[in-house]
Structure formats: structure tokens, C-alpha cells
T-cell receptor, first 114, second 115 residues
């Protein structure tokens, strides 16, 4: 049973608009969440993270929101750029009990059209 | 070389072959990981080594055999694989696998095809 789910396999957005990628989780012990971006023929690269003590973390054009009661997090990219086109993975960990063991979602392919 | 380097990038092997995947990290990290990414499935954790000791084996079949001679190098030895083992194998490293809130740095992966 998947503990981290990204229900949208793909998303298409116009350049300059907002991209919103969603992620749901089931394990209430998860307390640290990350987003990774993956280009073809490259490994995933870290984008942004959030601890469960926060509900928002911002880094430039990227903002991650965490709704613990709904067990939901989202990544907002504003404004979206063609170079943002990639597969985005959310990941979660129970850092107290399992350290760095990350559980990944299946990914969402973002396409930003010029 | 910087970051996490994986070789070979592509590997095609028969079911009776024996081959190995290699991973090297130049980040001074103490933990190394093998992940498997199959088509249309999430990344699956296979093995974790922390300070050269295996700390996690996620019910991986014995036809996959990891080796971690030191904190900078990680191998995945492959033998008598099945076609369903065809996947992208990703290596990652982090400061310490027991410490939460550490970011994993991934290599580019080794694309394995089993005929």
C-alpha cells in the first residue's frame, strides 16, 4: 500500500502561470517532507523541504504548503518557466523513528508551455 | 568529480550473467543507498549502508547483493536476474542515515535491461 501518493501523473501549465503539484500521505508519523525534481537522464535533485512544525516554506519561486490534518502537501511554482518542465517527486520520512528513510510518491510530470 | 557518480549508465545483460553496478560519492557523506525505479512505480528503497554497515534491506531478493567497502563506494552485484528486474537503479548518499531532515543526493542512475 502506497504511503505517499501523487494522484496526477501529469500537469500542463502555460509559462508565467502558477503550477500546483499535489501529494497525499497516509502515515501520520511522517514529519519531514521533500520535493525532488528529475530531468530525463539525470538523477532526482533536491528542490525544497518542510518540517511538520511548519505549514509553509518558501524558496524563490517555489513554495511548499503542508496541511497536516488533511495529510496533504503541495508545491507551488510561480511563475512557471519552460525550464521547470520535469518530473516532480514528493517524499516523506518519519525522521524520529526511521531517520533518512524516504518514501517517495510516483511522480508528476510537469510540462510548462512557452 | 563531484557529487554522486554511477557506472555504467546503461547495462544490458542476460538472465545468466553476473554484473555489478558501481556508485561513488565525493561529498564526504557516511550513508549510501540503493533505490530502484521501475516504470510507472515510485522509487523503492532497496538497501542502506551507514558508516559501511548495512542498516536496511527492504526485502530485496538475494539475486541482488550489495557491497560497501568504504563510505565513498557502493556496489550492487547482480546475478541470475529476471526481465522484471529491468529498471533504473539509483544510488544516493547523505550525511547519516539515522539523522532525520537530511537531504539525499542522488546519482544519475544505471539503466538496467535484462533480456
Amino acid at each position: 500500500d502506497q504511503q505517499v501518493k501523487q494522484n496526477s501523473p501529469s500537469l500542463s501549465v502555460q509559462e508565467g502561470r502558477i503550477s500546483i503539484l499535489n501529494c497525499d500521505y497516509t502515515n501520520s508519523m511522517f514529519d519531514y517532507f521533500l520535493w525532488y525534481k528529475k530531468y530525463p537522464a539525470e538523477g532526482p535533485t533536491f528542490l525544497i523541504s518542510i518540517s511538520s512544525i511548519k505549514d509553509k516554506n518558501e524558496d524563490g519561486r517555489f513554495t511548499v504548503f503542508l496541511n497536516k490534518s488533511a495529510k496533504h502537501l503541495s508545491l507551488h511554482i510561480v511563475p512557471s518557466q519552460p525550464g521547470d518542465s520535469a518530473v516532480y517527486f514528493c517524499a516523506a520520512s518519519d525522521s524520529y523513528n526511521a531517520g533518512n528513510m524516504l518514501t517517495f510518491g510516483g511522480g508528476t510530470r510537469l510540462m510548462v508551455k512557452p | 568529480e563531484t557529487g554522486v557518480t554511477q557506472t555504467p549508465r546503461h547495462l544490458v545483460m542476460g538472465m545468466t550473467n553476473k554484473k555489478s553496478l558501481k556508485c561513488e560519492q565525493h561529498l564526504g557523506h557516511n550513508a549510501m543507498y540503493w533505490y530502484k525505479q521501475s516504470a510507472k512505480k515510485p522509487l523503492e528503497l532497496m538497501f542502506v549502508y551507514n558508516f559501511k554497515e548495512q542498516t536496511e534491506n527492504n526485502s530485496v531478493p538475494s539475486r541482488f547483493s550489495p557491497e560497501c567497502p568504504n563510505s565513498s563506494h557502493l556496489f550492487l552485484h547482480l546475478h541470475t536476474l529476471q526481465p522484471e528486474d529491468s529498471a533504473l537503479y539509483l544510488c544516493a548518499s547523505s550525511q547519516d542515515s539515522r539523522a532525520g531532515a537530511n537531504v539525499l543526493t542522488f546519482g544519475a542512475g544505471s539503466r538496467l535491461t535484462v533480456l
